[in-house]
């Protein structure tokens, strides 16, 4: 069982375009985190948020716990964006903190 | 501050050989994880720690892997015998607690590649 599911799995836009990211998940949970990675690069932290909403640049993500669902919206994308976006949480049943498997983003010139 | 770092960087095994991944976290970091990441895939834990415990590693395969974290500093990840199905990125991450929130923070990695 995928206890942290991700999608799309795979998103096209063209530059400029916006982005929304989706995260369910079925484990108990008040961390919840999305992390950026680059083909072969480190894993690196994007945003921080538990509840509600939280905003970094271009970056917003939504976090509504009872519904135990994370989404994350990327604006006015740019071609650097292309990679990998995985959201994360601590099982506070297991505490230990648990990926998706990702969505994968591709920004076109 | 420095980051988490790990060694080596890539590693390229026949099937049956022994590898040794070492990581050393942020200071002052109590948490350190270890992940394996297939290939296009999302990180799966498999063990971390605090200070020096083994908090959890019901997903580390006990037969032919190991962990530990001795002085609760640096880690080393090691595979007895690798098998083709270990092909992945081994990711170490560390982490401490502040302000009700437990931020992880990632080293590069070690991409294990077994022939």
């Known amino acids: 069982e995928q206890q942290v599911q991700q999608s799309p799995a795979s998103l096209v836009l063209q530059e400029a375009e916006n982005a929304e990211l989706q995260c369910s998940f079925s484990?108990?949970?008040?961390?919840v985190q999305w992390f950026y990675q680059r083909p072969g690069g480190r894993l690196v932290s994007l945003l921080y948020n538990p509840s509600g909403t939280k905003q970094s640049g271009r970056l917003t993500s939504t976090t509504v716990i009872k519904e135990r669902r994370s989404s994350l919206h990327i604006s006015s994308s740019q071609i650097t964006d292309s990679g990998t976006y995985l959201c994360?949480?601590?099982?506070?049943?297991?505490?230990?903190?648990?990926f998706g498997k990702g969505t994968h983003l591709h920004v076109l010139p | 501050e420095a980051g988490v770092t790990q060694s080596p960087r890539y590693a390229v095994l026949q099937e049956g050989q022994a590898v040794s991944f070492w990581c050393d976290p942020i200071?002052?970091?109590?948490?350190l994880y270890w992940y394996q990441q297939p290939r296009d895939q999302g990180p799966q834990l498999l063990v971390y720690f605090r200070d020096e415990a083994v908090i959890d590693n019901s997903q580390l395969p006990s037969d032919r892997f190991s962990a530990v974290r001795p002085k609760g500093t640096n880690s080393t990840l090691k595979i007895q015998s690798a098998k083709q199905g270990d092909t992945a990125t081994y990711l170490c991450?560390?982490?401490?607690?502040?302000?009700?929130?437990?931020?992880?923070?990632f080293g590069a990695g070690t991409r294990l590649s077994v022939l």
């Open positions: 484990i108990f949970t008040n961390q």
């Open positions: 991450a560390s982490s401490f607690w502040v302000g009700g929130k437990n931020t992880l923070y």
């Open positions: 994360a949480m601590e099982d506070t049943n297991a505490y230990k903190v648990i």
């Open positions: 200071s002052g970091h109590d948490t």
